[in-house]
Protein backbone atom coordinates (compact mmCIF):
# COMPACT_ATOMS: atom_id res chain seq x y z
CA UNK A 1 0.00 0.00 0.00
CA UNK A 2 0.92 3.62 -1.01
CA UNK A 3 1.51 5.84 1.90
CA UNK A 4 -1.76 8.56 2.52
CA UNK A 5 0.37 11.17 0.73
CA UNK A 6 0.93 8.87 -2.53
CA UNK A 7 -2.86 8.19 -2.56
CA UNK A 8 -3.48 11.64 -2.41
CA UNK A 9 -1.37 13.01 -5.16
CA UNK A 10 -2.85 10.32 -6.89
CA UNK A 11 -6.20 11.05 -6.63
CA UNK A 12 -5.57 14.70 -7.62
CA UNK A 13 -3.91 13.34 -10.83
CA UNK A 14 -7.09 11.30 -11.62
CA UNK A 15 -9.06 14.32 -10.98
CA UNK A 16 -7.56 15.93 -14.13
CA UNK A 17 -7.84 12.58 -15.98
CA UNK A 18 -4.80 10.47 -15.50
CA UNK A 19 -5.27 7.37 -16.45
CA UNK A 20 -2.17 6.14 -15.72
CA UNK A 21 -2.68 7.69 -11.96
CA UNK A 22 -6.00 5.62 -11.85
CA UNK A 23 -3.93 2.44 -12.91
CA UNK A 24 -1.32 3.06 -10.47
CA UNK A 25 -4.08 4.01 -7.45
CA UNK A 26 -6.26 0.91 -8.80
CA UNK A 27 -3.24 -1.33 -8.16
CA UNK A 28 -2.62 0.08 -4.98
CA UNK A 29 -5.96 -0.04 -3.39
CA UNK A 30 -8.19 -3.29 -5.21
CA UNK A 31 -7.43 -5.64 -2.79
CA UNK A 32 -8.07 -3.38 0.62
CA UNK A 33 -11.52 -2.53 -1.06
CA UNK A 34 -12.43 -6.00 -2.45
CA UNK A 35 -11.80 -7.68 0.45
CA UNK A 36 -13.96 -5.46 2.07
CA UNK A 37 -16.89 -5.61 -0.16
CA UNK A 38 -16.38 -9.72 -0.45
CA UNK A 39 -16.64 -9.73 3.02
CA UNK A 40 -19.73 -7.64 2.88
CA UNK A 41 -21.42 -9.53 -0.21
CA UNK A 42 -19.86 -13.24 0.67
CA UNK A 43 -20.25 -13.21 -2.99
CA UNK A 44 -17.47 -13.31 -5.87
CA UNK A 45 -19.72 -11.91 -8.91
CA UNK A 46 -21.43 -9.48 -6.93
CA UNK A 47 -18.41 -8.14 -5.23
CA UNK A 48 -16.96 -8.00 -8.52
CA UNK A 49 -19.81 -6.05 -10.14
CA UNK A 50 -19.53 -3.82 -6.82
CA UNK A 51 -15.55 -3.00 -7.36
CA UNK A 52 -16.40 -2.38 -10.97
CA UNK A 53 -19.07 0.08 -10.05
CA UNK A 54 -16.68 1.91 -6.83
CA UNK A 55 -13.86 2.18 -9.07
CA UNK A 56 -16.09 3.98 -11.71
CA UNK A 57 -17.64 6.68 -9.15
CA UNK A 58 -13.71 7.02 -7.65
CA UNK A 59 -13.38 8.28 -11.12
CA UNK A 60 -15.88 10.17 -11.63
CA UNK A 61 -15.41 11.72 -7.85
CA UNK A 62 -11.64 12.37 -7.53
CA UNK A 63 -12.46 15.99 -7.70
CA UNK A 64 -14.60 15.49 -4.45
CA UNK A 65 -11.98 14.30 -2.35
CA UNK A 66 -10.72 16.76 -0.13
CA UNK A 67 -7.67 15.63 1.71
CA UNK A 68 -8.50 17.80 4.76
CA UNK A 69 -11.73 16.09 5.85
CA UNK A 70 -10.64 12.34 4.62
CA UNK A 71 -8.22 10.35 4.60
CA UNK A 72 -7.50 8.57 0.91
CA UNK A 73 -8.44 5.15 1.74
CA UNK A 74 -11.17 6.21 4.34
CA UNK A 75 -12.84 8.09 1.43
CA UNK A 76 -12.64 5.25 -0.76
CA UNK A 77 -13.22 2.07 1.57
CA UNK A 78 -16.31 4.43 2.10
CA UNK A 79 -17.42 4.49 -1.29
CA UNK A 80 -16.93 0.54 -1.39
CA UNK A 81 -18.77 -0.27 1.60
CA UNK A 82 -21.68 1.98 0.66
CA UNK A 83 -21.88 0.37 -2.37
CA UNK A 84 -21.85 -2.94 -1.03
CA UNK A 85 -24.43 -2.51 1.72
CA UNK A 86 -26.71 -0.73 -0.67
CA UNK A 87 -26.75 -3.88 -2.81
CA UNK A 88 -27.21 -6.16 0.44
CA UNK A 89 -30.01 -3.98 1.20
CA UNK A 90 -31.65 -3.90 -2.49
CA UNK A 91 -31.40 -7.21 -2.70
CA UNK A 92 -33.24 -8.29 0.74
CA UNK A 93 -32.16 -9.27 3.65
CA UNK A 94 -31.05 -12.94 3.75
CA UNK A 95 -31.18 -15.06 7.02
CA UNK A 96 -27.72 -15.72 8.46
CA UNK A 97 -29.13 -19.31 8.93
CA UNK A 98 -29.43 -19.67 5.30
CA UNK A 99 -25.97 -18.16 4.56
CA UNK A 100 -23.87 -21.22 7.14
CA UNK A 101 -20.44 -19.44 6.14
CA UNK A 102 -21.90 -16.11 7.31
CA UNK A 103 -21.35 -17.75 10.57
CA UNK A 104 -18.02 -18.75 10.12
CA UNK A 105 -17.13 -15.53 8.75
CA UNK A 106 -18.56 -13.94 11.62
CA UNK A 107 -16.38 -15.98 13.95
CA UNK A 108 -13.81 -14.52 12.83
CA UNK A 109 -11.70 -11.94 14.23
CA UNK A 110 -10.50 -9.10 11.89
CA UNK A 111 -7.27 -10.10 10.53
CA UNK A 112 -4.40 -10.30 13.17
CA UNK A 113 -1.56 -9.60 10.33
CA UNK A 114 -2.86 -6.18 9.49
CA UNK A 115 -2.26 -5.16 12.96
CA UNK A 116 0.95 -3.84 11.80
CA UNK A 117 -0.87 -1.39 9.62
CA UNK A 118 -2.46 0.19 12.46
CA UNK A 119 -2.31 4.10 12.78
CA UNK A 120 -3.00 6.32 16.00
CA UNK A 121 -6.57 6.91 14.73
CA UNK A 122 -7.07 3.51 14.70
CA UNK A 123 -6.00 2.44 18.18
CA UNK A 124 -7.83 5.47 19.68
CA UNK A 125 -10.76 4.00 18.17
CA UNK A 126 -9.98 0.57 19.00
CA UNK A 127 -9.44 1.61 22.41
CA UNK A 128 -13.03 3.38 22.73
CA UNK A 129 -14.76 0.52 20.98
CA UNK A 130 -12.78 -1.73 23.69
CA UNK A 131 -14.54 -0.14 26.65
CA UNK A 132 -17.70 -1.41 24.97
CA UNK A 133 -19.10 -4.15 26.77
CA UNK A 134 -18.18 -7.24 25.29
CA UNK A 135 -21.08 -7.99 23.34
CA UNK A 136 -21.26 -5.14 22.20
CA UNK A 137 -18.35 -4.56 21.11
CA UNK A 138 -19.00 -7.85 19.01
CA UNK A 139 -21.87 -6.02 17.58
CA UNK A 140 -20.14 -2.96 16.14
CA UNK A 141 -17.62 -4.93 14.71
CA UNK A 142 -19.94 -7.65 12.89
CA UNK A 143 -21.70 -4.31 11.57
CA UNK A 144 -18.94 -2.40 10.39
CA UNK A 145 -17.10 -5.52 8.74
CA UNK A 146 -20.28 -7.78 7.47
CA UNK A 147 -22.69 -5.21 6.70
CA UNK A 148 -25.29 -6.54 8.53
CA UNK A 149 -28.39 -4.81 9.00
CA UNK A 150 -30.23 -4.23 12.51
CA UNK A 151 -32.04 -7.88 11.52
CA UNK A 152 -29.01 -9.63 11.05
CA UNK A 153 -27.69 -8.66 14.04
CA UNK A 154 -30.73 -9.26 16.25
CA UNK A 155 -30.82 -13.30 14.91
CA UNK A 156 -27.08 -13.61 15.40
CA UNK A 157 -27.31 -12.24 18.82
CA UNK A 158 -30.68 -13.73 19.39
CA UNK A 159 -32.04 -10.62 20.71
CA UNK A 160 -35.38 -8.61 19.27
CA UNK A 161 -34.14 -5.67 17.21
CA UNK A 162 -35.56 -3.27 18.96
CA UNK A 163 -32.99 -4.28 21.73
CA UNK A 164 -30.00 -3.81 18.85
CA UNK A 165 -31.29 -0.95 17.71
CA UNK A 166 -30.91 0.82 21.34
CA UNK A 167 -27.38 -1.35 21.44
CA UNK A 168 -26.63 0.43 18.54
CA UNK A 169 -27.61 4.06 19.51
CA UNK A 170 -26.01 3.69 22.71
CA UNK A 171 -22.51 2.41 22.18
CA UNK A 172 -21.79 4.91 18.90
CA UNK A 173 -22.79 7.52 21.47
CA UNK A 174 -19.88 6.26 23.80
CA UNK A 175 -17.48 5.54 21.03
CA UNK A 176 -18.57 9.67 20.08
CA UNK A 177 -17.52 10.23 23.43
CA UNK A 178 -15.02 8.59 23.78
CA UNK A 179 -13.10 9.77 20.88
CA UNK A 180 -14.44 13.78 22.34
CA UNK A 181 -16.16 13.94 18.74
CA UNK A 182 -18.33 17.03 18.46
CA UNK B 1 -29.90 21.91 11.92
CA UNK B 2 -29.09 20.76 15.59
CA UNK B 3 -27.08 18.25 15.86
CA UNK B 4 -28.73 16.28 18.50
CA UNK B 5 -27.93 12.80 19.74
CA UNK B 6 -30.87 11.12 16.94
CA UNK B 7 -28.84 12.28 14.30
CA UNK B 8 -25.52 11.44 15.33
CA UNK B 9 -26.83 8.40 16.27
CA UNK B 10 -28.76 8.21 12.77
CA UNK B 11 -25.45 9.25 11.07
CA UNK B 12 -23.08 6.65 13.05
CA UNK B 13 -25.62 4.13 12.03
CA UNK B 14 -25.13 4.48 8.62
CA UNK B 15 -21.68 4.70 8.28
CA UNK B 16 -21.92 1.74 10.36
CA UNK B 17 -24.09 0.08 7.58
CA UNK B 18 -26.87 -0.95 9.85
CA UNK B 19 -29.46 1.04 8.80
CA UNK B 20 -32.48 -0.63 6.06
CA UNK B 21 -32.76 0.76 2.39
CA UNK B 22 -35.17 2.88 3.30
CA UNK B 23 -33.78 4.90 6.06
CA UNK B 24 -30.23 4.88 3.90
CA UNK B 25 -32.04 7.09 1.45
CA UNK B 26 -33.36 8.95 4.24
CA UNK B 27 -29.83 9.71 5.24
CA UNK B 28 -28.59 10.67 1.67
CA UNK B 29 -31.32 12.89 1.05
CA UNK B 30 -30.67 14.99 4.45
CA UNK B 31 -26.80 14.97 3.36
CA UNK B 32 -28.24 16.35 0.41
CA UNK B 33 -29.90 19.60 1.89
CA UNK B 34 -28.10 19.97 5.50
CA UNK B 35 -24.23 20.35 4.96
CA UNK B 36 -23.54 19.74 9.20
CA UNK B 37 -25.27 16.67 8.76
CA UNK B 38 -22.89 15.91 5.92
CA UNK B 39 -20.43 16.70 7.76
CA UNK B 40 -21.58 14.74 10.80
CA UNK B 41 -21.49 12.10 8.63
CA UNK B 42 -18.15 12.20 6.50
CA UNK B 43 -16.78 12.25 10.36
CA UNK B 44 -18.05 8.88 11.02
CA UNK B 45 -16.90 8.10 7.99
CA UNK B 46 -13.54 9.24 8.84
CA UNK B 47 -13.93 7.42 12.07
CA UNK B 48 -14.77 4.23 11.49
CA UNK B 49 -13.41 3.52 8.25
CA UNK B 50 -10.01 3.31 10.15
CA UNK B 51 -11.79 0.19 10.70
CA UNK B 52 -10.59 -1.02 7.66
CA UNK B 53 -7.04 -2.23 8.18
CA UNK B 54 -8.24 -5.18 9.74
CA UNK B 55 -10.02 -6.20 6.84
CA UNK B 56 -8.16 -8.97 4.82
CA UNK B 57 -6.89 -7.89 1.19
CA UNK B 58 -8.24 -9.91 -1.28
CA UNK B 59 -6.84 -9.53 -4.78
CA UNK B 60 -9.58 -9.50 -7.74
CA UNK B 61 -9.68 -11.19 -10.72
CA UNK B 62 -7.48 -9.61 -13.28
CA UNK B 63 -10.46 -9.06 -16.09
CA UNK B 64 -11.82 -6.25 -13.25
CA UNK B 65 -9.23 -4.08 -14.62
CA UNK B 66 -10.09 -4.27 -17.96
CA UNK B 67 -14.17 -3.73 -17.52
CA UNK B 68 -13.78 -0.72 -15.33
CA UNK B 69 -11.19 0.87 -17.60
CA UNK B 70 -13.43 0.44 -20.82
CA UNK B 71 -16.46 1.94 -17.98
CA UNK B 72 -14.24 4.94 -17.51
CA UNK B 73 -12.98 5.86 -21.05
CA UNK B 74 -16.29 7.16 -21.50
CA UNK B 75 -16.66 9.33 -18.72
CA UNK B 76 -14.67 12.53 -18.38
CA UNK B 77 -13.51 12.84 -14.67
CA UNK B 78 -15.84 16.45 -13.70
CA UNK B 79 -13.75 19.33 -14.90
CA UNK B 80 -15.29 22.06 -12.45
CA UNK B 81 -13.88 19.43 -9.68
CA UNK B 82 -10.08 19.61 -9.33
CA UNK B 83 -8.45 19.17 -6.60
CA UNK B 84 -5.72 21.62 -5.72
CA UNK B 85 -1.80 20.37 -5.80
CA UNK B 86 -0.73 18.55 -2.15
CA UNK B 87 1.77 21.73 -1.53
CA UNK B 88 -1.07 23.83 0.20
CA UNK B 89 -3.35 22.23 2.37
CA UNK B 90 -6.00 22.86 3.76
CA UNK B 91 -7.65 23.02 -0.26
CA UNK B 92 -9.05 25.85 -2.21
CA UNK B 93 -10.72 24.23 -4.82
CA UNK B 94 -10.46 26.50 -7.84
CA UNK B 95 -13.44 26.41 -10.35
CA UNK B 96 -12.99 25.75 -14.14
CA UNK B 97 -13.73 28.63 -16.15
CA UNK B 98 -16.87 27.69 -17.72
CA UNK B 99 -18.15 26.59 -14.35
CA UNK B 100 -20.54 30.35 -13.97
CA UNK B 101 -21.07 29.66 -10.59
CA UNK B 102 -19.42 32.52 -8.43
CA UNK B 103 -17.24 32.99 -5.91
CA UNK B 104 -15.35 30.30 -6.18
CA UNK B 105 -15.70 28.25 -3.04
CA UNK B 106 -16.28 24.81 -1.67
CA UNK B 107 -20.05 25.56 -1.91
CA UNK B 108 -19.49 24.63 -5.62
CA UNK B 109 -18.41 21.52 -4.59
CA UNK B 110 -20.74 20.58 -2.09
CA UNK B 111 -23.60 21.79 -4.63
CA UNK B 112 -22.22 20.06 -7.23
CA UNK B 113 -22.06 16.84 -5.46
CA UNK B 114 -26.04 17.65 -4.26
CA UNK B 115 -27.12 17.99 -7.71
CA UNK B 116 -25.52 14.90 -8.63
CA UNK B 117 -27.37 12.98 -5.33
CA UNK B 118 -30.19 14.55 -6.25
CA UNK B 119 -30.65 13.50 -10.13
CA UNK B 120 -29.81 9.83 -8.87
CA UNK B 121 -32.45 10.19 -5.98
CA UNK B 122 -35.08 11.87 -8.97
CA UNK B 123 -33.93 9.10 -11.62
CA UNK B 124 -35.67 6.88 -9.09
CA UNK B 125 -38.96 8.08 -9.64
CA UNK B 126 -38.76 7.92 -13.74
CA UNK B 127 -39.89 4.90 -13.92
CA UNK B 128 -43.20 5.35 -12.24
CA UNK B 129 -43.28 8.88 -13.57
CA UNK B 130 -43.26 7.34 -17.12
CA UNK B 131 -46.48 5.29 -15.97
CA UNK B 132 -48.54 8.43 -14.24
CA UNK B 133 -47.34 10.68 -17.59
CA UNK B 134 -50.04 8.20 -19.51
CA UNK B 135 -52.72 9.32 -16.81
CA UNK B 136 -51.80 12.85 -16.79
CA UNK B 137 -51.79 12.88 -20.45
CA UNK B 138 -55.27 11.39 -20.58
CA UNK B 139 -56.65 14.03 -17.70
CA UNK B 140 -55.08 16.91 -19.46
CA UNK B 141 -56.36 16.18 -22.99
CA UNK B 142 -59.09 13.37 -22.63
CA UNK B 143 -60.35 13.86 -19.41
CA UNK B 144 -63.75 12.22 -20.72
CA UNK B 145 -61.87 8.84 -21.02
CA UNK B 146 -61.63 8.74 -17.48
CA UNK B 147 -64.19 7.84 -14.84
CA UNK B 148 -65.56 10.40 -13.38
CA UNK B 149 -63.58 9.59 -10.03
CA UNK B 150 -60.11 10.67 -11.69
CA UNK B 151 -61.04 13.49 -14.18
CA UNK B 152 -59.50 16.38 -12.91
CA UNK B 153 -61.51 18.67 -10.49
CA UNK B 154 -60.31 21.71 -11.23
CA UNK B 155 -59.84 23.54 -14.83
CA UNK B 156 -57.50 21.67 -16.73
CA UNK B 157 -53.42 22.63 -16.71
CA UNK B 158 -53.41 24.95 -19.95
CA UNK B 159 -51.49 22.52 -22.44
CA UNK B 160 -49.06 24.81 -24.33
CA UNK B 161 -46.41 22.44 -23.39
CA UNK B 162 -46.46 20.53 -20.10
CA UNK B 163 -43.94 19.38 -17.63
CA UNK B 164 -44.85 16.72 -15.11
CA UNK B 165 -42.90 16.17 -11.95
CA UNK B 166 -43.92 13.77 -9.76
CA UNK B 167 -43.28 13.94 -6.33
CA UNK B 168 -42.63 10.85 -3.96
CA UNK B 169 -40.92 9.14 -1.40
CA UNK B 170 -37.77 7.33 -2.75
CA UNK B 171 -39.44 6.50 -5.51
CA UNK B 172 -42.51 5.43 -3.66
CA UNK B 173 -46.22 6.33 -5.01
CA UNK B 174 -46.53 9.54 -5.63
CA UNK B 175 -47.62 12.28 -2.90
CA UNK B 176 -47.81 15.36 -5.46
CA UNK B 177 -47.91 15.39 -9.11
CA UNK B 178 -46.73 19.41 -10.31
CA UNK B 179 -47.21 20.36 -13.89
CA UNK B 180 -45.60 22.95 -15.26
CA UNK B 181 -46.69 25.13 -18.35
CA UNK B 182 -43.55 25.98 -20.20
CA UNK B 183 -44.65 28.74 -22.02
CA UNK B 184 -47.02 31.18 -18.72
CA UNK B 185 -44.39 29.43 -16.76
CA UNK B 186 -46.80 28.66 -14.05
CA UNK B 187 -47.46 25.29 -12.49
CA UNK B 188 -49.96 23.36 -10.61
CA UNK B 189 -48.71 21.70 -7.77
CA UNK B 190 -51.68 18.59 -7.40
CA UNK B 191 -52.52 16.29 -3.99
CA UNK B 192 -52.10 12.79 -5.18
CA UNK B 193 -51.79 10.72 -2.38
CA UNK B 194 -49.98 12.34 0.74
CA UNK B 195 -50.99 12.30 4.52
CA UNK B 196 -52.95 15.91 5.77
CA UNK B 197 -50.00 17.99 7.07
CA UNK B 198 -51.99 18.94 10.41
CA UNK B 199 -51.18 22.03 11.28
CA UNK B 200 -47.93 22.63 9.39
CA UNK B 201 -47.38 22.85 5.94
CA UNK B 202 -46.33 21.71 3.07
CA UNK B 203 -43.60 23.88 1.56
CA UNK B 204 -41.91 23.03 -2.50
CA UNK B 205 -38.28 23.83 -3.04
CA UNK B 206 -36.31 24.11 -6.28
CA UNK B 207 -33.04 22.52 -6.17
CA UNK B 208 -30.71 23.33 -8.65
CA UNK B 209 -27.32 23.35 -9.24
CA UNK B 210 -27.20 26.85 -10.32
CA UNK B 211 -28.34 28.18 -6.32
CA UNK B 212 -26.41 27.66 -3.61
CA UNK B 213 -29.44 27.01 -1.75
CA UNK B 214 -32.55 25.50 -2.25
CA UNK B 215 -35.03 28.29 -3.39
CA UNK B 216 -38.78 28.68 -2.31
CA UNK B 217 -41.68 27.99 -4.29
CA UNK B 218 -44.50 28.55 -1.70
CA UNK B 219 -46.68 26.92 0.62
CA UNK B 220 -48.77 24.42 -1.23
CA UNK B 221 -52.21 24.80 -0.70
CA UNK B 222 -55.30 22.49 1.35
CA UNK B 223 -57.27 21.94 -1.64
CA UNK B 224 -55.97 19.10 -4.44
CA UNK B 225 -54.94 21.76 -6.78
CA UNK B 226 -52.45 24.67 -5.90
CA UNK B 227 -51.85 27.10 -9.06
CA UNK B 228 -48.47 29.17 -8.85
CA UNK B 229 -46.49 31.05 -10.98
CA UNK B 230 -43.26 31.64 -8.84
CA UNK B 231 -41.59 30.45 -11.38
CA UNK B 232 -41.68 33.63 -13.89
CA UNK B 233 -37.79 34.96 -12.43
CA UNK B 234 -36.21 31.55 -13.43
CA UNK B 235 -34.85 30.58 -17.15
CA UNK B 236 -35.79 27.74 -18.80
CA UNK B 237 -32.71 25.31 -18.47
CA UNK B 238 -32.81 26.42 -14.87
CA UNK B 239 -36.66 25.19 -14.77
CA UNK B 240 -36.03 22.14 -16.76
CA UNK B 241 -33.45 20.57 -14.85
CA UNK B 242 -33.99 21.50 -11.32
CA UNK B 243 -35.21 18.70 -8.71
CA UNK B 244 -38.59 19.89 -6.95
CA UNK B 245 -38.69 18.70 -3.36
CA UNK B 246 -41.15 19.16 -0.32
CA UNK B 247 -40.83 19.52 3.14
CA UNK B 248 -43.01 19.49 5.90
CA UNK B 249 -42.66 23.14 7.87
CA UNK B 250 -44.53 25.28 10.53
CA UNK B 251 -47.71 26.38 9.55
CA UNK B 252 -46.94 29.55 6.93
CA UNK B 253 -43.81 28.14 5.40
CA UNK B 254 -40.25 28.08 6.70
CA UNK B 255 -39.48 31.22 9.12
CA UNK B 256 -35.95 31.34 7.54
CA UNK B 257 -36.40 31.10 3.88
CA UNK B 258 -34.50 27.96 3.67
CA UNK B 259 -35.66 24.03 4.62
CA UNK B 260 -35.93 23.13 8.34
CA UNK B 261 -36.49 19.74 7.42
CA UNK B 262 -35.08 17.08 5.22
CA UNK B 263 -37.59 16.56 2.04
CA UNK B 264 -39.90 14.10 2.32
CA UNK B 265 -40.60 14.05 -1.32
CA UNK B 266 -39.29 14.53 -4.71
CA UNK B 267 -38.57 14.85 -8.40
CA UNK B 268 -37.84 16.28 -11.40
CA UNK B 269 -39.86 17.28 -14.27
CA UNK B 270 -40.11 15.18 -17.82
CA UNK B 271 -42.20 16.13 -20.70
CA UNK B 272 -45.42 14.41 -21.13
CA UNK B 273 -45.72 14.56 -24.97
CA UNK B 274 -44.59 15.59 -27.55
CA UNK B 275 -46.53 19.15 -29.23
CA UNK B 276 -50.72 18.05 -28.48
CA UNK B 277 -51.57 17.27 -32.07
CA UNK B 278 -53.68 14.82 -31.68
CA UNK B 279 -55.29 16.28 -29.02
CA UNK B 280 -58.11 17.36 -30.60
CA UNK B 281 -60.83 15.49 -30.58
Known sequence: MLTPTELVWLIAAVAKGDEAAFERLYAATRAKLFGVVLRILRRQDLAEEVIQECYVKIWSNAGQFNPSLASPITWMVSIARNRAIDLMRKRGELSIEEEPEAMEVAADNPDPLARREMNDELKRLLGCVGKLEPERQRLVLLAYYNGWSREQLAERFNTPVNTVKTWLRRSMLEIRDCLGLT | ?281
Open chain 2, 1 to 281: MIEDEDHIALAAEYVLGTLDGDERTRVETMMNVDQDFKALVESWERRLGELHAMVAAVEPPEQVWGKIRSAVSAIQPSAALRLPELSTPPPVIPVAPAQPIAPPSADVIALSSRARRWRGFAQAVTALAACLVALIGVQTWRPDMLPVAMQPKAPAVAPSRPLVAVLSRDGGPPAFVMTVDVASKTFTVRRAGVDPEGNKSYELWMVSDKFTQPRSLGIIGKGDFTPKAQLASYDRDTVDNATYAITLEPQGGSPTGQPTSAPIFAGKLIEIMPQPQQSQR
